[in-house]
């Protein structure tokens, strides 16, 4: 059969994105977001199993079965811990995961005790946080995480009374999303990266089921948890992965190419070139099927795929991304954008492998095609 465009139940896309979104999976505590993935995954009808370190593996059958093929994404996301207790009671934290204090400022969170059944609300406020006491000072302290500190909705004057709610050192600190989704079509909120490519990694895997796809090559889901530390794909696929596809979020910045709408194709981050073959065959996907794309090159940016080729994974290797603006930050991209990602994935598992690594003999040269030769994808 020859690969077609299916339609994405975007009532289901934006509904799974929301929920997600509202659960909070800082890296190192995503226990609660796996949970609801995976019942995701078996109200849509797809096996999967976790890893000894906890992510995610789900499994479409396909007429091959190895070597296969694998489109990644990561549940966890930037957050913050409890690095002490100050005097008045209120919390010193760092980051987990790269992003500015900048972007933490009045932020609501939620810390979660080790009991796992308490947490308490709270906010994160600059040290000096009253303009009617510190006038010109509030504008003018540093921005770093020295200078923030967790504000509990609790009554606490000391450092005592805070222990005594059974706050410590290392506790979670999770900065709530807050999502919103516009009459326009806009998503506004924390942790798109990379909740949105969740939903549509979900979105694509449902359209496959719910059309019953007969896909020519098994197709894996891996759904990773600590992307944001640099652990990402490291471990979790097999061997007989020959394609590897990473769904994470596209810089939408000046200078950069990524749009919030359609599919952004990364060439290069700051590991190296993507694979040649691989990115040049989702371009032609895309082209083929009327799916808009833009290519972009990152300049400070990594993925599951760096981690899992830094680990040694011997698999060709892409990125495609949602656009996401302010990333890391008050992160905003488009339901638009979503969608033709989530197209784009279907589309991408109905095609065959770029090369049939298993019908080649050992000790011969694989026969590769030009590198500006376009690749059989099976479109008519």
Same mark, same amino acid.
């Given at each position: 059969?020859?690969?077609?465009?299916?339609?994405?139940?975007?009532?289901?896309?934006?509904?799974?994105?929301?929920?997600?979104?509202?659960?909070?999976?800082?890296?190192?505590?995503?226990?609660?977001?796996?949970?609801?993935?995976?019942?995701?995954?078996?109200?849509?009808?797809?096996?999967?199993?976790? !890893?000894?370190?906890?992510?995610?593996?789900?499994?479409?059958?396909?007429?091959?079965?190895?070597?296969?093929?694998?489109?990644?994404?990561?549940?966890?996301?930037? /957050?913050?811990?409890?690095?002490?207790?100050?005097?008045?009671?209120?919390? &010193?934290?760092?980051?987990?995961?790269?992003?500015?204090?900048?972007?933490?400022?009045?932020?609501?969170?939620?810390?979660?005790?080790?009991?796992?059944?308490?947490?308490?609300?709270? !906010?994160?406020?600059?040290?000096?946080?009253?303009?009617? !006491?510190?006038?010109?000072?509030?504008?003018?302290?540093?921005?770093?995480?020295?200078?923030?500190?967790?504000?509990?909705?609790?009554?606490?004057?000391?450092?005592?009374?805070?222990?005594?709610?059974?706050?410590?050192?290392?506790?979670?600190?999770?900065?709530?999303?807050?999502?919103?989704?516009?009459?326009? /079509?806009?998503?506004?909120?924390?942790?798109?990266?990379?909740?949105?490519?969740? %939903?549509?990694?979900?979105?694509?895997?449902?359209?496959?089921?719910?059309? &019953?796809?007969?896909?020519?090559?098994?197709?894996?889901?891996?759904?990773?948890?600590?992307?944001?530390?640099?652990?990402?794909?490291?471990?979790?696929?097999?061997?007989?992965?020959?394609?590897?596809?990473?769904?994470?979020?596209?810089?939408?910045?000046?200078? &950069?190419?990524?749009?919030? !709408?359609?599919?952004?194709?990364?060439?290069?981050?700051?590991? /190296?070139?993507?694979?040649?073959?691989?990115?040049?065959?989702?371009?032609?996907?895309?082209?083929?099927?009327?799916?808009?794309?833009?290519?972009?090159?990152?300049?400070?940016?990594?993925?599951?795929?760096?981690?899992?080729?830094?680990? /040694?994974?011997?698999?060709?290797? %892409?990125?495609?991304?949602?656009?996401?603006?302010?990333?890391?930050?008050? +992160?905003?991209?488009?339901?638009?954008?979503?969608?033709?990602?989530?197209?784009?994935?279907?589309?991408?598992?109905?095609?065959?492998?770029?090369?049939?690594?298993?019908?080649?003999?050992?000790? +011969?040269?694989?026969?590769?095609?030009?590198?500006?030769?376009?690749?059989?994808?099976?479109?008519?």
């Amino acid at each position: 059969m020859s690969p077609k465009l299916l339609p994405i139940d975007m009532d289901y896309v934006r509904d799974v994105l929301m929920r997600m979104l509202r659960t909070p999976s800082p890296t190192g505590r995503t226990d609660e977001i796996m949970h609801l993935i995976g019942q995701e995954l078996e109200a849509i009808g797809i096996g999967f199993y976790l !890893t000894r370190l906890g992510s995610l593996v789900a499994e479409v059958p396909g007429i091959q079965e190895r070597p296969d093929r694998a489109i990644v994404v990561h549940s966890d996301t930037i /957050g913050c811990m409890v690095k002490g207790i100050r005097a008045n009671g209120r919390l &010193q934290v760092v980051s987990v995961g790269t992003f500015s204090s900048r972007f933490a400022e009045g932020a609501r969170v939620r810390v979660y005790t080790d009991d796992g059944e308490t947490s308490f609300t709270g !906010t994160i406020l600059p040290l000096k946080a009253s303009g009617h !006491t510190y006038g010109d000072d509030v504008d003018t302290q540093p921005i770093a995480w020295d200078h923030l500190e967790v504000r509990l909705d609790e009554f606490l004057d000391s450092a005592e009374e805070t222990e005594a709610l059974g706050i410590r050192p290392g506790d979670f600190v999770a900065l709530e999303a807050s999502p919103v989704i516009t009459k326009a /079509g806009f998503v506004n909120s924390r942790h798109l990266d990379d909740k949105a490519g969740l %939903a549509a990694a979900l979105g694509a895997f449902k359209a496959a089921i719910d059309h &019953q796809l007969e896909l020519p090559v098994t197709a894996h889901l891996l759904v990773t948890i600590a992307e944001e530390v640099g652990q990402g794909a490291s471990y979790g696929l097999d061997a007989d992965v020959a394609e590897m596809v990473s769904v994470d979020n596209a810089v939408v910045a000046p200078g &950069q190419h990524s749009r919030e !709408t359609g599919v952004n194709v990364a060439m290069k981050d700051q590991t /190296g070139p993507f694979d040649y073959h691989l990115t040049r065959k989702i371009l032609r996907v895309c082209r083929e099927f009327g799916i808009p794309a833009q290519r972009d090159v990152f300049n400070y940016y990594k993925s599951d795929i760096s981690a899992a080729l830094g680990a /040694g994974a011997e698999t060709r290797a %892409a990125l495609i991304g949602f656009g996401v603006d302010a990333s890391h930050g008050w +992160e905003r991209t488009h339901l638009d954008g979503i969608r033709n990602v989530a197209e784009l994935i279907v589309a991408y598992l109905q095609t065959p492998l770029t090369f049939a690594w298993d019908e080649q003999p050992r000790g +011969e040269l694989a026969d590769f095609p030009a590198q500006d030769a376009e690749v059989d994808i099976g479109v008519p």
